[in-house]
């Protein structure tokens, strides 16, 4: 039977939210009050019944296993399978694989030991609700090696400059990988890859110096792989800016988009906090705010996301962001507090 295993690689995923990731991976900065950003990925893994889940990260990931634990909160404290959180091992004196391709080499066991055919491999950055069962059922109908998980943007932003776009036939099979402004088809990172080809790539790429497996495994050889793309149509966003970050998170305080976010059933999972509700306090005043559990209020909060922990005075004002300046600093501020 055709099945999925999952693999997040942050090995590219840098210092992109500047001192929010002084002391922690972009993967497991908090995001929409109660969440961190790799909860999305997860779930989305989870809910497409992807039952063995490997994380490639290189630094700074004490945060991320505090949070992640033994990955029951994502039901992936298993007997066979499971999560497993992977930094590159260099202690083969024989090795010479460079970049992400160190960690496909020194853990190819996870791979061998998995008995699923195909790998869904994913960042952290690309925030949504979905089922990925569909883009497999699409992969394996159309037989194709490779298949890309892109979405339409309508309104392109900053943060989509930095996104690879495709561009396909009439068929759906990709026929270029661009830095296209322009063009609003967005790859999300997100791909399906028969395991097979995964570790034959892997070796090809090793055994020719290479040392990033998208661009030169799978981009290089574009002409010899069969691609195709399945559109994500639904709420999404990419987060790889504080510019990002701050638009994404104000979005969520419109109702649509959070509904498209998180009352998508199934749900949205991440840790279980064992902090109390939300005390608001007599003189709290909240209006059109996401306030997390373990937040006392006892002053105003308008137009806010309030992460876990955080307490407003008394006679203090939560104001709204009315620029980036004021965004970065009370952000840098909040996450301080939610800093394991």
């Given at each position: 039977m055709k099945s999925m295993m999952g693999?997040?690689?942050l090995e590219h995923e840098h210092d992109f939210l500047n001192e929010l990731t002084y002391f922690r991976c972009g993967a497991?900065?908090?995001?929409?009050?109660?969440?961190?950003?790799?909860?999305?990925?997860?779930?989305?893994?989870?809910?497409?019944?992807?039952?063995?889940?490997?994380?490639?990260?290189?630094?700074?990931?004490?945060?991320?296993?505090?949070?992640?634990?033994?990955?029951?909160?994502?039901?992936?404290?298993?007997?066979?399978?499971?999560?497993?959180?992977?930094?590159?091992?260099?202690?083969?004196?024989?090795?010479?694989?460079?970049?992400?391709?160190?960690?496909?080499?020194?853990?190819?066991?996870?791979?061998?030991?998995?008995?699923?055919?195909?790998?869904?491999?994913?960042?952290?950055?690309?925030?949504?609700?979905?089922?990925?069962?569909?883009?497999?059922?699409?992969?394996?109908?159309?037989?194709a090696d490779v298949t890309f998980i892109s979405t339409k943007v309508a309104n392109l932003q900053s943060e989509h400059d930095a996104c690879l776009r495709v561009e396909t036939d009439d068929e759906g099979w990709v026929t270029s990988i661009t830095n296209d402004k322009n063009n609003p088809q967005v790859f999300t990172g997100v791909y399906i890859i028969n395991k097979d080809l995964l570790l034959l790539l892997v070796d090809q790429c090793i055994a020719h110096h290479k040392d990033h497996f998208f661009y030169h495994g799978i981009k290089e050889n574009l002409p010899n792989l069969k691609i195709q793309s399945y559109d994500h149509k639904g709420y999404s966003a990419f987060i790889n800016s504080v510019e990002s970050f701050y638009r994404y998170?104000?979005?969520?305080?419109?109702?649509?988009?959070?509904?498209?976010?998180?009352?998508?059933?199934?749900?949205?999972?991440?840790?279980?906090?064992?902090?109390?509700?939300?005390?608001?306090?007599?003189r709290a005043n909240v209006n059109g705010s996401l306030i997390a559990n373990g937040c006392v209020i006892d002053g105003d909060v308008e137009n806010s996301v309030l992460f876990r922990g955080v307490q407003i005075k008394r006679r203090s004002k939560n104001q709204k962001f009315s620029h980036h300046a004021a965004l970065y600093?009370?952000?840098r501020r909040l996450f301080r507090k939610c800093h394991p």
């Open positions: 693999l997040i690689n497991a900065v908090p995001f929409g009050g109660r969440y961190r950003l790799i909860d999305f990925t997860l779930s989305n893994m989870v809910k497409s019944n992807i039952h063995e889940v490997a994380i490639f990260t290189r630094n700074k990931y004490r945060s991320l296993m505090d949070h992640l634990g033994t990955g029951a909160d994502w039901d992936l404290d298993r007997r066979h399978g499971g999560l497993f959180i992977l930094p590159p091992d260099w202690n083969d004196p024989t090795d010479v694989s460079r970049g992400d391709l160190r960690y496909f080499h020194n853990n190819l066991d996870y791979f061998y030991r998995g008995k699923s055919t195909h790998v869904l491999i994913s960042g952290s950055q690309f925030i949504s609700n979905c089922d990925y069962q569909a883009a497999f059922q699409h992969h394996l109908d159309t037989q998170n104000m979005e969520l305080l419109n109702e649509k988009n959070y509904r498209g976010l998180f009352l998508e059933k199934p749900f949205v999972r991440t840790k279980i906090s064992s902090e109390p509700p939300t005390k608001y306090r007599e600093d009370r952000t």
